[in-house]
């Protein structure tokens, strides 16, 4: 490593006098021979990192303050707290006790197939032990989406990055600069999920085993070779491409439930319950008995974001039509057959991945159970959109051993229920069932706090609803009708005391439209819940709302929700989600009533409430029930700059009212947090890590025997997105920002504008960004071989 520059040292810290305290120990090695460093280590289970924004933690406790590539020094509690200073590092930052290390690649060649390779943007990871073994097993990865800078036609690509260089040529060996079928397929290809053998080295560290029979790819167009069994005109469709993987195989999935018996077998394609490739696979979930449960989420295709389908239904649940220019009408990919929970064994490859419809159609962001012996199976799900739902499944049948197999069989046969929320804090599942009664969202309701401080609503505060003809004078059947304050009083009436069979001819209809189908019997809208997880010691449901703010599809509930910033005082409330927990008024999770209260609101913690952190996105628990998460801050909001080829600064301005969005800058890259889930310091939010520029840091998983956490998995997706590639561009801005005690303060705030990461650590500084899974160890075991 470089030895750092006092420039450098003074972009932390400016002139202070920490700077002179720090400066003779900035050429150490960590672990190296300064006693006050060990002695600091020594004190603590591990030193949080110093992030550009303060968060209370760094009151009480030594922080860990990012200097270069493995370098950096230490804070004293309180020292410092509002940095003058910060710049971000291109690389994953841990604390100092810990390593971080690459596990696998977008592009690395692991398959037996050696033209094929592990898919783009990392997303939810599951670890399957072979025979219990921990330091052997299956790694479970999802891919959701792609993104500049595999190639400059990915869908949301700016057109001045036009003839920068992109990463399909300098990874792949691939052109995928034209918008045709070869480009779209192998778009396709590059989302769902992997499946990669690893092992744990002499060194601790888990690596793939390349080749393995089982490794694999499950992906968008996995069985596309059965269109040459269609009539409607895709027959020929079978493949895009020359290479052995880019032609039709018969790995196709199947569809269980309601919606495969009774809207499926309607399909214009065909097939019946036979379906082509699942993708856009964001987060999921891992079963007792060992399979893994991938959520697909933004399926929804479009002229813009063309990787998708058709996510408008008519009363039967079949799609309205192909969206043209999507990839759904590329491949004649039926709308109806995405957006559900899909089931996979990755240690059997001749289990035929399953689509459960009794799950619901939505945007899925991931999954969570409870499964007990003698209960019915129960499992939690949120959908990602604003205004989205929280839903709850419960089984028909019972669990008789967790770890059976034969469990995966309750996922095809039980109830689908939506959350309504209370103010008073306690709440009802209501089932998605045709004799239900409606009682939808009404605007002027659920906008209430925003009409009565701010005098109106963000998108008029909107609800969707299923559009039929002769309701609220339209002439059609299929896709939303948008409810607002503009048309409350004339069209509300139509969509009253009805049944969701006056709407839709099946269940299956009903479970394949959900989203609209939750308003119209008052499930509460939502800030886009984007994890779920059950505690291990309390049985709580803990919920990530990532982003309270209204947007096209629906408004969140502002009755329970910030879904602005209401007042012009610099440290009002935020909207920027926040971790929720539900209690079930029976532990069995059975109930249809439910308490809820609020664990961590997000916002700035000088902020009203807030706790020092925004959009929280993915949580896992470790052995000891710890809460762990992961932001998800949008990457043209980052430090708060756009994206492109020259990133303009967004205004940040503490006095601004509404949506105030860009106020999320002041947080900078996206990072892992841990909290104390019970106890007198839970929800206290202590920073663990931070990711390269323009990332998401997705997935958690512990890989753990049951009593102790080896090692955490964590995926890195998207590095350098949207941006020209490298990060030997620094951006550089003023930033105003809240300290803890709600007083404003200037931070200057530089940043790469692009990535070379993981390259850059890997000994070649200017090569191509790439979405990665890492593993994070710590370097000497506590006594007790916890994590933390």
Known sequence: MSKLTRRQLLIFFGSSAAATVLAPKIDSKLFGSNPEIARAQASMTFTPVKLASPVPAYKTMTSYVPLGIEQGSLLAASQDLNLSQYAYLDDVVVPPEYERYVIVRWGDRVFPDREEYFGYNCDYTGFVPINGNINDGYLWVNHEYVSYPISIVAPGTSEDLAGLPTTDRLVLGLDLSQKNRFTLGEFLYNVGGSVVRIGKGADGRYTPAAGDRLNRRIHGLSGLGINSQRSDGYQSVTSWGASNYQRGDNNY?????????????????????????????????????????????????????????????LP?????????GTTGAEFGLVGEKYGWMVEIDPADPNFRPKKHTALGRFRHENITFRVSAGSPLVAYMGDDRRGGHTYKYVSNGTVSNPTDKNNSQLFEDGTLYVAQF?????????????????????????????LNTLGEAQRDGRVRLPKRNGIAGETEDGGSFVLDLTNQQSALGDYENKSLADFYTSQGAVLTDAFLASNLIGGTPTARPEDLEVSPITGEVFIAYT???????????????????????????????????????????????????RFAKGGEAGSDEGSGFANVDNLAFDSQANVWGVTDMSTSRQNGFRTGRNPEPREIDHSETGSADALVGVFGNNWVFFSPSTGGNAGEIIPFAYGPPRCEITGPTFISDGFRDDTLILAVQHPGEDVPLGNEVELARSIEMLDLDGNLFEQTRIVPRGSNWPSNIEGNPDGACRPSVIGVRRRQPLPNGQFV
């Open 253 to 313: 999935l199947e569809g269980t439930g309601p919606a495969a018996r009774e809207v499926f077998s309607l399909s214009s394609d065909g097939l019946g319950d036979r379906i082509i490739g699942t993708a856009y696979n964001c987060s999921g979930g891992t079963t007792p008995w060992g399979t893994i449960l991938t959520a697909e989420e933004n399926f929804q295709g479009s002229e813009a974001f063309f990787v998708g389908v058709q996510e408008a239904v």
């Open 547 to 597: 982003d309270s703010a209204p947007g096209g599809d629906g408004y969140p509930d502002s009755r329970i929700f910030a879904v602005a910033k209401y007042f012009e005082a610099a440290d009002a409330i935020q909207q920027f989600g926040g971790l929720y927990k539900i209690m079930e008024d029976t532990p069995d999770g059975t109930s249809n009533t439910f308490r809820w209260e």
């Open 316 to 324: 039967n649940g079949t799609q309205t039509g192909y969206v043209e």
């Open 422 to 450: 209370d103010r008073n804090k306690t709440g009802r599942w209501i089932p998605l069932l045709r004799t239900t009664p409606t009682n939808p969202n009404v605007p002027s309701q659920i906008a209430e706090a925003e």
